[in-house]
C-alpha cells in the first residue's frame, strides 16, 4: 500500500474510532459474563482486593484469593462464602519475592488451573520524602508495585495466550501518571506498571490475541487505609474515593473490556493538561490542588495490617 492510501486509511479509522469511543460514552458496551471464569487477585486480604474478591465471587467466578497476611485472608474468604461465592482459594504469597510467587502460581495451576482473569493489585506505600526513605522499603515497592507484574504475567500469561482469552488488570494510581512528592519511589513503581501493562497490551495486539484483554485503573486516594492521614483540598472537587464505588468501577471496566480508567473523572482533563501546559502550569496546577503537599499528614495503615 502506497503512502497516500495508508495515510488515507489512518485518517479514515481515527475518525471512526473517536466517533466510537463517543457513542460508548451513551451507549456502554453489554457487559461480559464472568461466572465460570478463574480471577486471581493479589493483594485480597484487605481494601479493594478484598472488595473485588467478594463481587467476583457474587458474579459466579471462582476467585483465588492471595496476600501475605493469612488472618486477612481469612476474613476475605469468609465474606465470599457469605456472598455465596460456590469456589474460593486463598494462598499465602509474598509478592515481593519472585520465587514466592512462582510456587504459588504453579501450585494454583494444579489445584484450581488456568487463571483467565489477573488483577495485580497488591501494594504499599512509605510516604516519607525520596532522602528519607530507607533502601529496603524503596526495593521493596518497586518489588511488589511493580516486578510481581512481571512475573505474575510470566505465569499465567503463557495460557492465556494459548487459549487466546484473558483479562489482565493492573491496578496502579494516579501516582503513575505525575510525579509529587513525598511518594517518588511509590509514582515510580507506578509509571513502571502502566508502562509495562500497556506493552503487553500492544504485545497481544500484534501477535493477534485479540481474546486477551488489558485494564489499566489509575485511582486518586482511596479511603482504605493505605493512605490514612491524607486529605484532599477540595474534597468536592477531588474527593478521596469510596472504596466500593472504585471496586465497582474496577468489575464493570473489565466486563466491557475498557482500556484504562481513571478515577475521580476529573483526572481525565488533569492528565490532558499535564501533556501540554508549561511544567510551570502544571506545577501551578498541582499546587491548587493541594498535590504538591497531600502526603504531609500521611500515616498509614497501622503495621498490624
Known amino acids: 500500500m502506497n503512502f497516500f492510501l495508508e495515510t488515507l486509511k489512518v485518517i479514515v479509522l481515527l475518525v471512526y474510532y473517536l466517533l466510537e469511543s463517543l457513542v460508548l460514552l451513551v451507549v456502554p458496551v453489554r457487559k461480559k459474563n464472568v461466572s465460570g471464569e478463574i480471577v ?3 493483594g485480597a486480604g484487605s481494601g479493594i482486593g478484598r472488595l473485588l474478591a467478594v463481587k467476583f465471587a457474587s458474579l459466579g467466578a471462582t476467585v483465588v484469593l492471595w496476600d501475605i497476611n493469612q488472618e486477612g485472608l481469612n476474613c476475605t474468604v469468609r465474606l465470599a462464602k457469605e456472598k455465596g461465592a460456590g469456589r474460593v482459594h486463598s494462598y499465602v504469597c509474598d509478592c515481593s519475592k519472585r520465587q514466592d510467587i512462582y510456587r ?5 495451576k494444579k489445584e484450581v488451573g488456568d487463571v ?9 506505600v512509605i510516604g516519607k520524602r525520596f532522602l528519607d526513605s530507607p533502601d529496603s522499603l524503596v526495593e521493596k515497592t518497586m518489588e511488589v508495585n511493580t516486578m510481581a507484574h512481571f512475573w505474575t504475567y510470566k505465569a499465567f500469561l503463557p495460557a492465556m495466550i494459548a487459549a487466546n482469552h484473558g483479562h489482565l488488570v493492573s491496578i496502579a494510581s494516579c501516582a503513575g501518571l505525575c510525579g509529587t512528592s513525598q511518594v517518588a519511589d511509590y509514582c515510580a513503581s507506578k509509571f513502571a506498571a502502566i508502562g509495562f501493562a500497556e506493552s503487553i497490551d500492544i504485545e497481544m495486539r500484534s501477535l493477534r490475541k485479540t481474546g486477551v484483554k488489558t485494564t489499566i485503573v489509575c485511582p486518586y486516594v482511596i479511603n482504605t487505609g493505605m493512605f490514612d492521614g491524607v486529605k484532599s483540598k477540595w474534597p468536592h472537587v477531588l474527593p ?6 472504585v471496586a465497582e468501577r474496577i468489575i464493570s471496566a473489565v466486563r466491557q473490556n475498557q482500556e484504562i480508567v481513571l478515577m475521580p473523572r476529573i483526572t481525565y482533563l488533569l492528565y490532558l493538561f499535564k501533556s501540554f501546559l508549561p511544567v510551570k502550569a502544571t506545577v501551578l496546577l498541582l499546587d491548587y490542588f493541594g498535590l504538591i503537599d497531600l502526603m504531609n499528614t500521611f500515616k498509614g495503615r497501622p503495621k498490624k495490617e
Open 40 to 42: 486471581l487477585i493479589t
Open 104 to 108: 504459588v502460581a504453579d501450585q494454583v
Open 116 to 124: 483467565s482473569i489477573l488483577i495485580n493489585n497488591a501494594g504499599v
Open 240 to 245: 478521596a474515593l469510596d472504596p466500593e464505588y
